[in-house]
């Protein structure tokens, strides 16, 4: 039947009982997935990720400098990945570090969303948030 009409016996699913055989252009069929696949690509959203560096050194002109840059990012619907790097004898001092960390999130105005908690990594402190 598929040679009298010039198209391609297709085999669907091959496990079932009796198997599934459809007949159809195979090079329209393949570029009609093609072209699905395509628009549902265009169609999906990329979450970008934004970062901001701070060290617990940091002066309070530069935390809020460094905040309202968050804040700007937050509002563009952007994820924020805040990265405390942290050097030598500061490794040791992780309490100051994660207070300083707060004191940063506290002066961010936007409502926010944490996305992963404060966590400790080789180099630093690091966490993620989003806008809520």
Not at 11 to 24: D, T
Not at 78 to 100: N, P
């Amino acid at each position: 039947m598929a040679q009298e009409k010039g198209l391609d016996l297709i085999e669907i699913s091959p496990n079932a009982k009796p198997p599934v055989c459809r007949i159809m252009d195979h090079g329209k069929y393949q570029y009609e997935k093609s072209k699905k696949d395509r628009s549902q690509k265009t169609n999906q959203k990329k979450i970008e990720i934004k970062g901001i560096r701070i060290s617990p050194r940091i002066g309070q002109h530069d935390l809020e400098f460094k905040a309202k840059q968050a804040e700007k990012f937050l509002d563009k619907g952007y994820k924020v990945k805040i990265e405390m790097i942290l050097r030598g004898r500061e490794k040791w001092l992780l309490e100051t570090a994660k207070e300083k960390m707060n004191k940063f999130i506290e002066l961010i105005s936007v409502e926010i969303i944490f996305e992963q908690e404060i966590k400790k990594q080789p180099r630093g402190l690091i966490v993620i948030i989003a806008k809520g």
